[in-house]
């Protein structure tokens, strides 16, 4: 699970648990609510309420709570360092740039990627993709990275994801990121927004693909843009996938899947 998202109460929320605020709320919310310390990730959460809540049930409560403005998303400090490699990835230069062998043969993979892309919504490179299925690196489940400025989208993949048993974390932005990868583990995957706030998506991906320690991560990119060049620079830089925002919930678990050879 998403182990550096927390909730947290608002005031509103603070003086719903307390009592000082006459709410609507239903016992189960008002129970969910009171739990809600800001110390407990997705995952803790869950496992708070597994024997009460199934998984589904508790993201439509999380959900009304967070329309409601009774709570709110934070970010808790991150454990330990891991012993990963983080300065290419901290690097403030341009990233490696594809050679023309590796541009002509994206742009010959366009041609069915784009057709895929504007009738499924995505396009997984076959030729990237395992022949038979990669074992989780840490633990019994997939370990899946959500790198993603636009919260609303990052909580829809993460809901997605876990809801299919992946662990997920997530980052916003550069100095996030690092953070993420120091910490580790090491993904499984990597879910990747090309338009990022603080630095340049295709140098951040070519970065990952071409770290020793993280070349064999398969990478999964995602873009409001359909053009034909900007998908050849993704697929170029080592990119598994090429998925349109917003993405559909059944094609990001088919394109999860591909990528780790899970059938």
């Not at 608002?10 to 307390?18: I, L, P, S």
């Not at 230069?93 to 892309?117: F, H």
């Not at 989780?136 to 989208?153: A, H, L, N, T």
Request: hydrophobic letters at 45%; a positive charge.
């Amino acid at each position: 699970m998403d182990d550096n998202l927390v909730f947290v109460r608002t005031t509103k929320g603070r003086a719903a648990a307390e009592g000082d605020l006459r709410t609507e709320l239903t016992p189960l919310l008002r129970s969910l609510l009171a739990l809600i310390d800001g110390k407990s990730a997705l995952g803790e959460l869950q496992r708070k309420v597994s024997d009460q809540i199934p998984v589904d049930r508790l993201w439509a409560l999380i959900d009304a709570l967070l329309t409601h403005k009774y709570i709110e998303i934070a970010r808790r400090a991150a454990p330990k360092d891991s012993n990963l490699d983080i300065t290419p990835l901290s690097s403030v230069e341009p990233g490696p740039r594809p050679t023309r062998a590796q541009m002509a043969d994206a742009i010959n993979l366009t041609l069915p990627g784009m057709r895929e892309l504007r009738s499924a919504g995505c396009y997984v490179n076959i030729a990237n993709c395992p022949t038979q299925r990669i074992p989780p690196r840490s633990g019994d489940k997939y370990e899946v990275m959500i790198i993603d400025s636009d919260q609303s989208s990052m909580l829809l993949f993460a809901r997605t994801l876990m809801l299919a048993g992946f662990n997920v974390r997530s980052a916003a932005n550069r100095d996030e990121i690092i953070r993420e990868f120091k910490k580790g583990p090491v993904p499984d995957v990597v879910l990747q927004d090309i338009g990022l706030p603080d630095l340049n998506g295709f140098d951040l991906l070519a970065r990952i693909h071409e770290h020793p320690q993280l070349a064999a991560v398969p990478i999964i990119v995602f873009s409001s843009k359909l053009q034909r060049e900007v998908v050849a620079a993704a697929l170029a830089r080592g990119a598994s996938a090429y998925m349109i925002k917003p993405c559909m919930p059944e094609a990001l678990r088919a394109s999860v899947h591909a990528v780790l050879g899970v059938k």
